[in-house]
């Protein structure tokens, strides 16, 4: 039995078929993972994502030391509230884990980072934090849950203090607010706006049914995939790791080379990598042949590449996916799918954006 | 509870076959088989004409989430298959023992259903 959620008995009454998730027995879906995906890129979707680990960094050199330990710099973080994805490293430049960090004050941040990766995470963490005047916290009292979709805010609003709701819709994106108990801040990972909602566990399970009961459906983790794949998101383990950098991740945007004395973790290496030419790149594929894309499928395109994460796009009909490719691939692939070379084109992900196709 | 029609023959791996009068088969995958994969999205049936044996591959479902294979539960010839799945793989979700079929198979020998399991055989894999 893995770890559960204090949602979870909810799930189960809701429907949820229960799959294991990183060690947690997490919904895959209520029924229909596609009605699910299109209930967020047309309307309004939550998921239970109390897996997810929150970690809050406090102390005076809580800047620094964030400054030292992430590819892209808190520095740039100057009104309360705004919030910041990025990459930790380790001394090779290969991916710790990519995570959110909020900016509450200047002493004060909060990070989001993934479940399956939350051990080693915070034994990173804690081990780096030595030489800082700071302290680490895993708020493991704390739960989430993310309403995304067009109209995810406005019904969400319903089951915020009446007086607290106006402050949660003036929110601008990538920017979050603590308002009374709860956490709201908007952001996602679906490509559709929302809020990410952190909120003390023994309300988590009342506040997941009043925004059932605004309408909001239940999505599960299988929606969430989708979501973020057509979003052109990654996702941490699938498409990039330890052993690949940002650099070979579409991630380059996310590493702030200035300030140039800025010495985080992984800086050299990237340096090397950026000097001597990057050998990989990931890009979206888009399938013109039928079939699914998968991860670890075979691409050929100027040598061989690999599909890290391919589905089904229940927006585009079609199938979608990212690849690590060769730098020199160019404009169309080919794809082993069981024996058969397959053609994909390559885009630029996102494929969906804001209920649109893009590609 | 899923729904196993008592007129049919059933593998374990979940594929079912109706007995046609002309003795060929047509095989397609169950309602608990389609509810436990959910929503399809695509399905490669084998071509017609080629040859199966009992327990092969032969043909691909995937849902969103992953692709399974279906096993020929009978060997002989590929004579006909489900071409409507190719634009509406859901048909297997919306209706699996009807519209949703997915190959007609020519037997070699008609007493290989003999060792299929019947309705209630297979339910009873499903409660274990």
């Given at each position: 039995?893995?770890?559960?959620?204090?949602?979870?008995?909810?799930?189960?009454?809701?429907?949820?078929?229960?799959?294991?998730?990183?060690?947690?027995?997490?919904?895959?879906?209520?029924?229909?993972?596609?009605?699910?995906?299109?209930?967020?890129?047309?309307?309004?979707?939550m998921?239970?994502?109390?897996?997810?680990?929150?970690?809050?960094?406090?102390?005076?050199?809580?800047?620094?030391?964030?400054?030292?330990?992430?590819?892209?710099?808190?520095?740039?973080?100057?009104?309360?509230?705004?919030?910041?994805?990025?990459?930790?490293?380790?001394?090779?430049?290969?991916?710790?884990?990519?995570?959110?960090?909020?900016?509450?004050?200047?002493?004060?941040?909060?990070?989001?980072?993934?479940?399956?990766?939350?051990?080693?995470?915070?034994?990173?963490?804690?081990?780096?934090?030595?030489?800082?005047?700071?302290?680490?916290?895993?708020?493991?009292?704390?739960?989430?849950i993310a309403v995304q979709?067009?109209?995810a805010r406005?019904?969400a609003a319903?089951?915020l203090?009446?007086?607290?709701?106006?402050?949660a819709l003036?929110l601008?994106?990538?920017?979050a607010?603590?308002?009374?108990?709860l956490f709201v801040a908007r952001t996602g990972?679906?490509?559709?706006d929302g809020w990410e909602i952190i909120?003390?566990?023994?309300?988590?399970?009342?506040?997941?049914?009043?925004?059932?009961?605004?309408?909001?459906?239940?999505?599960?983790?299988?929606?969430?995939?989708?979501?973020?794949?057509?979003?052109?998101?990654?996702?941490?383990?699938?498409?990039?790791?330890?052993?690949?950098?940002?650099?070979?991740?579409?991630?380059?945007?996310?590493?702030?080379?200035?300030?140039?004395?800025?010495?985080?973790?992984?800086?050299?290496?990237?340096?090397?990598?950026?000097?001597?030419?990057?050998?990989?790149?990931?890009?979206?594929?888009?399938?013109?042949?039928?079939?699914?894309?998968?991860?670890?499928?075979?691409?050929?395109?100027?040598?061989?590449?690999?599909?890290?994460?391919?589905?089904?796009?229940?927006?585009?009909?079609?199938?979608?996916?990212?690849?690590?490719?060769?730098?020199?691939?160019?404009?169309?692939?080919?794809?082993?799918?069981?024996?058969?070379?397959?053609?994909?084109?390559?885009?630029?992900?996102?494929?969906?954006?804001?209920?649109?196709?893009?590609? | 509870?899923?729904?196993?029609?008592?007129?049919?023959?059933?593998?374990?791996?979940?594929?079912?076959?109706?007995?046609?009068?002309?003795?060929?088969?047509?095989?397609?995958?169950?309602?608990?088989?389609?509810?436990?994969?959910?929503?399809?999205?695509?399905?490669?049936?084998?071509?017609?004409?080629?040859?199966?044996?009992?327990?092969?591959?032969?043909?691909?479902?995937?849902?969103?989430?992953?692709?399974?294979?279906?096993?020929?539960?009978?060997?002989?010839?590929?004579?006909?298959?489900?071409?409507?799945?190719?634009?509406?793989?859901?048909?297997?979700?919306?209706?699996?023992?009807?519209?949703?079929?997915?190959?007609?198979?020519?037997?070699?020998?008609?007493?290989?259903?003999?060792?299929?399991?019947?309705?209630?055989?297979?339910?009873?894999?499903?409660?274990?």
């Amino acid at each position: 039995m893995g770890k559960k959620t204090v949602i979870h008995d909810v799930h189960v009454e809701q429907g949820a078929r229960m799959v294991d998730f990183g060690g947690w027995d997490m919904p895959v879906h209520y029924g229909s993972q596609i009605e699910e995906h299109h209930a967020v890129r047309t309307d309004a979707g939550m998921f239970d994502v109390s897996h997810m680990t929150v970690v809050d960094v406090e102390g005076p050199a809580a800047a620094s030391y964030l400054q030292h330990l992430l590819a892209n710099d808190v520095g740039k973080l100057t009104s309360p509230g705004k919030a910041l994805y990025g990459c930790m490293l380790n001394e090779d430049g290969g991916v710790i884990d990519d995570l959110i960090t909020y900016f509450l004050s200047d002493q004060r941040y909060r990070m989001v980072v993934n479940a399956a990766t939350r051990d080693k995470d915070l034994a990173w963490l804690e081990a780096r934090a030595t030489a800082f005047d700071v302290e680490i916290t895993e708020r493991s009292d704390l739960s989430m849950i993310a309403v995304q979709g067009p109209n995810a805010r406005e019904k969400a609003a319903t089951c915020l203090p009446e007086d607290q709701r106006e402050a949660a819709l003036s929110l601008s994106p990538f920017f979050a607010a603590q308002l009374e108990d709860l956490f709201v801040a908007r952001t996602g990972y679906t490509g559709e706006d929302g809020w990410e909602i952190i909120v003390p566990s023994d309300r988590a399970g009342e506040l997941w049914l009043c925004l059932a009961a605004a309408g909001i459906r239940p999505c599960g983790l299988g929606a969430r995939d989708t979501l973020r794949l057509e979003a052109g998101m990654n996702l941490y383990g699938s498409d990039m790791d330890e052993t690949t950098t940002p650099l070979e991740s579409g991630l380059g945007w996310t590493v702030a080379w200035d300030p140039r004395d800025r010495q985080f973790i992984g800086r050299d290496a990237l340096e090397a990598q950026r000097r001597e030419g990057v050998p990989r790149k990931l890009v979206g594929l888009l399938l013109e042949d039928r079939g699914v894309l998968r991860a670890h499928q075979t691409v050929y395109a100027d040598g061989e590449g690999e599909v890290t994460s391919g589905t089904f796009s229940p927006t585009l009909s079609r199938s979608i996916g990212l690849a690590r490719v060769p730098v020199g691939a160019g404009d169309t692939v080919e794809v082993d799918i069981r024996g058969k070379r397959l053609t994909a084109r390559v885009v630029r992900p996102p494929f969906v954006r804001h209920g649109k196709a893009r590609v | 509870m899923s729904d196993v029609p008592g007129d049919l023959k059933y593998t374990k791996s979940h594929e079912w076959v109706r007995e046609e009068d002309d003795g060929s088969v047509i095989v397609g995958i169950t309602d608990h088989a389609q509810s436990a994969l959910g929503d399809l999205v695509f399905v490669e049936a084998p071509e017609t004409g080629s040859e199966v044996s009992a327990g092969d591959a032969c043909a691909v479902v995937e849902s969103v989430k992953a692709a399974s294979d279906v096993y020929s539960p009978v060997t002989g010839e590929v004579i006909e298959a489900n071409d409507a799945l190719a634009d509406s793989p859901e048909l297997v979700n919306q209706d699996p023992y009807g519209d949703g079929w997915i190959m007609r198979i020519q037997l070699a020998d008609p007493t290989e259903l003999e060792d299929m399991l019947d309705a209630k055989a297979y339910e009873a894999t499903l409660e274990d």
